[in-house]
T-cell receptor, first 113, second 115 residues
Framework: GESVGLHLPTLSVQEGDNSIINCAYS??????FIWYKQESGKGPQFIID?????DKRQGQRVTVLLNKTVKHLSLQIAATQPGDSAVYFC????????????FGGGTRVLVKP | EAQVTQNPRYLITVTGKKLTVTCSQN?????MSWYRQDPGLGLRQIYY???????DKGDVPEGYKVSRKEKRNFPLILESPSPNQTSLYFC??????????????FGSGTRLTVV
């Protein structure tokens, strides 16, 4: 598969445990945030998004939390499974920039059986 | 199946030999974009297009060209590739140029090596 990054921070988690992935974003004007998952050899895939008028949003086994005060975004994965092993990226955008997404550097999640 | 299709998946070429990476989407999306992904640098935008015949530079446009003659296609052209353009390239599309739900749909990537 494709190597996404050799210098990514890595989170090792036991199968069945919860995972928390953190992201610090740069622009206080950003009003839309997305988490992407990238598996080896594939393009990034949408997981969940959140707008700046919310501080929490839940999906299936995933929750995104937004703290605008400290410009921090987190992704929580409940009951982590082997299929969750991937690189996770946060991305931000703001209306004045149209639909331009700015991506964070990514975190590699390794799920141990 | 709704998707973004890039070709080729892998390409090895020599410095200076013009090449084109194709990108096609079947979702009637207005917005299309090219990114390159490099270790330690993440995903960086090369060019984007808000609609047919409307293209603009992203963060790292030097050495690249694009065109958008039809809504579905957004080819990336390297007129004279250099080794520093060795990278993993992704094409992405989105319903409209305004920030929208679900962000982008990405292609599977093109691994380009320039020797």
């Amino acid at each position: 598969g494709e190597s996404v990054g050799l210098h990514l921070p890595t989170l090792s988690v036991q199968e069945g445990d919860n995972s928390i992935i953190n992201c610090a974003y740069s622009n206080s004007a950003s009003d839309y945030f997305i988490w992407y998952k990238q598996e080896s050899g594939k393009g990034p895939q949408f997981i969940i998004d959140i707008r700046s008028n919310m501080d929490k949003r839940q999906g299936q086994r995933v929750t995104v939390l937004l703290n605008k005060t400290v410009k921090h975004l987190s992704l929580q994965i409940a009951a982590t499974q082997p299929g969750d092993s991937a690189v996770y990226f946060c991305a931000e955008s703001f209306k004045a920039a149209g639909n331009k997404l700015t991506f964070g550097g990514g975190t590699r999640v390794l799920v141990k059986p | 199946e709704a998707q973004v299709t890039q070709n080729p998946r892998y390409l090895i070429t020599v410095t200076g030999k013009k090449l084109t990476v194709t990108c096609s989407q079947n979702m009637n999306h207005e917005y299309m974009s090219w990114y390159r992904q490099d270790p330690g640098l993440g995903l960086r935008q090369i060019y984007y297009s808000m609609n047919v015949e409307v293209t603009d530079k992203g963060d790292v446009p030097e050495g690249y060209k694009v065109s958008r003659k039809e809504k579905r296609n957004f080819p990336l052209i390297l007129e004279s590739p250099s080794p520093n353009q060795t990278s993993l390239y992704f094409c992405a599309s989105s319903l409209s140029w305004t920030a929208s739900n679900y962000g982008y749909t990405f292609g599977s990537g093109t691994r380009l090596t320039v020797v």
